[in-house]
């Protein structure tokens, strides 16, 4: 399953992020129209991916070879 698809169907509308060394960056899900878009946003594509539904703030934690990245979830407009 693609990841901006499985996101979107879990009922989230909006991501945040901080790219290493860069500022927080809050993205609408509908203004991303594929997977890649949303890697390139991140600076990070991701080899694993682990998703957290039930944390207080639900999150995804992506991760390649060299980098960790925390991707926070929401169900609101940012």
Do not use: S, W
Request: charged share 25%; aromatic share 12%.
């Amino acid at each position: 399953m693609k990841f901006l698809q499985f996101i979107q169907d879990e009922g989230f509308t909006a991501v945040t992020f901080t790219p290493n060394g860069g500022k927080a960056v809050k993205l609408k899900l509908a203004d991303v129209p594929t997977d890649e878009d949303l890697y390139k946003q991140m600076k990070l594509t991701p080899t694993t991916i682990q998703y957290y539904p039930f944390e207080r703030e639900p999150y995804i934690h992506c991760q390649n070879e060299n980098e960790v990245m925390k991707v926070k979830l929401h169900k609101i407009i940012i």
